[in-house]
């Protein structure tokens, strides 16, 4: 249970990612903002509360996997990272551009605290279940968390995935779905409706719950649920809004990757910090 003083932290800290992933896309003028906006939640919790790292040795054996699936929200990954300390701020401004370090795709090879390459929805579902049973076969506590978006649901491997987790019994694998409700170019329920989700895993075995994924005292004690289970994954299914924090984009559909323009970014910062200095209590 998070007392009131840590929960305005992880507030704190969530506004920052999405201050810092909005400035991050303007830096190159486009890029995937609506999928990054909405797991900023659920990343302030991981890395401010429930995750185990090591910012100046992002190789530490003793970490716990964080894998994006939906690795088109690199930027909201890499602004968590650099609030961390993984790497200098000052890298955010160099996304996308040749030769940086920070692709818009989260990539293992090239960005400290980035634990699998995603891009290729599906993929990375398959890697975290593999990276949890070779831990789980060398009795290691490592955990591994997983973020799938709610049109990545689409892809069949995810599927394989849940099959495959449930039979190995991975409790040390944590899965999130960002059900922001939209994918590239429609809601879900137009493109290939999901039903529900929190049902469909749980027929295959898993420990399933369902939270508002915005607010961090829910997402934080369903993590605390999920942690404690024995001999079953888990997933929380995240009710988000694409986009969340900056009304211009919030729910809509041309919000999946969009230009940033200086005005954009000055609109987004105004209404981030006005919500940032709403949330009180000490300023960390
Ligand atoms: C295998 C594969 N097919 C297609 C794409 C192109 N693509 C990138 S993002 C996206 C939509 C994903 O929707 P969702 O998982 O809901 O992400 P979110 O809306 O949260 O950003 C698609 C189809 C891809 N990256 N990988």
Same mark, same amino acid.
């Given at each position: 249970?998070?007392?009131?003083?840590?929960?305005?932290?992880?507030?704190?800290?969530?506004?920052?990612?999405?201050?810092?992933?909005?400035?991050?896309?303007?830096?190159?003028?486009?890029?995937?903002?609506?999928?990054?906006?909405?797991?900023?939640?659920?990343?302030?919790?991981?890395?401010?509360?429930?995750?185990?790292?090591?910012?100046?040795?992002?190789?530490?054996?003793?970490?716990?996997?964080?894998?994006?699936?939906?690795?088109?929200?690199?930027?909201?990954?890499?602004?968590?990272?650099?609030?961390?300390?993984?790497?200098?701020?000052?890298?955010?401004?160099?996304?996308?551009?040749?030769?940086?370090?920070?692709?818009?795709?989260?990539?293992?090879?090239?960005?400290?605290?980035?634990?699998?390459?995603?891009? #290729?929805?599906?993929?990375?579902?398959? +890697?975290? &279940?593999?990276?949890?049973? /070779? %831990?789980?076969?060398? *009795?290691? !506590?490592?955990?591994?968390?997983?973020?799938?978006?709610?049109?990545?649901?689409?892809?069949?491997?995810?599927?394989?995935?849940?099959?495959?987790?449930?039979?190995?019994?991975?409790?040390?694998?944590?899965?999130?779905?960002?059900?922001?409700?939209?994918?590239?170019?429609?809601?879900?329920?137009?493109?290939?409706?999901?039903?529900?989700?929190?049902?469909?895993?749980?027929?295959?075995?898993?420990?399933?719950?369902?939270?508002?994924?915005?607010?961090?005292?829910?997402?934080?004690?369903?993590?605390?649920?999920?942690?404690?289970?024995?001999?079953?994954?888990?997933?929380?299914?995240?009710?988000?809004?694409?986009?969340?924090?900056?009304?211009?984009?919030?729910?809509?559909?041309?919000?999946?990757?969009?230009?940033? #323009?200086?005005?954009?970014?000055?609109? +987004?910062? &105004?209404?981030?910090?006005? /919500? %940032?200095?709403?949330? *009180?209590? !000490?300023?960390?």
């Amino acid at each position: 249970m998070l007392t009131g003083q840590k929960a305005r932290e992880l507030l704190q800290f969530s506004k920052c990612i999405q201050m810092e992933t909005v400035r991050t896309i303007a830096s190159i003028g486009v890029g995937h903002v609506g999928g990054a906006l909405s797991i900023a939640d659920v990343l302030a919790v991981l890395y401010g509360n429930q995750m185990r790292y090591r910012p100046e040795c992002p190789d530490w054996d003793g970490r716990d996997w964080l894998v994006v699936s939906k690795g088109h929200a690199g930027p909201a990954v890499y602004a968590a990272l650099a609030l961390k300390g993984f790497f200098p701020m000052e890298l955010l401004q160099t996304l996308n551009r040749l030769g940086t370090r920070l692709p818009s795709h989260c990539d293992h090879r090239l960005t400290p605290g980035i634990d699998i390459t995603t891009g #290729s929805l599906g993929q990375g579902a398959s +890697a975290a &279940a593999g990276a949890a049973l /070779a %831990l789980q076969m060398d *009795g290691k !506590e490592n955990r591994v968390f997983l973020i799938l978006g709610d049109g990545e649901l689409d892809e069949g491997q995810v599927w394989e995935m849940a099959l495959f987790a449930a039979h190995w019994k991975l409790s040390n694998l944590i899965a999130f779905v960002d059900n922001n409700h939209l994918q590239i170019d429609g809601t879900t329920e137009e493109v290939c409706a999901l039903g529900d989700i929190t049902e469909k895993f749980r027929s295959f075995g898993w420990y399933a719950q369902s939270v508002d994924g915005h607010d961090v005292q829910a997402i934080d004690r369903a993590v605390d649920a999920a942690k404690a289970q024995a001999g079953r994954p888990s997933v929380i299914v995240l009710d988000t809004v694409k986009g969340h924090g900056w009304s211009a984009v919030a729910g809509k559909v041309g919000g999946h990757s969009r230009n940033i #323009s200086f005005a954009d970014l000055k609109d +987004a910062l &105004a209404e981030m910090q006005q /919500a %940032l200095d709403a949330i *009180g209590g !000490e300023t960390v």
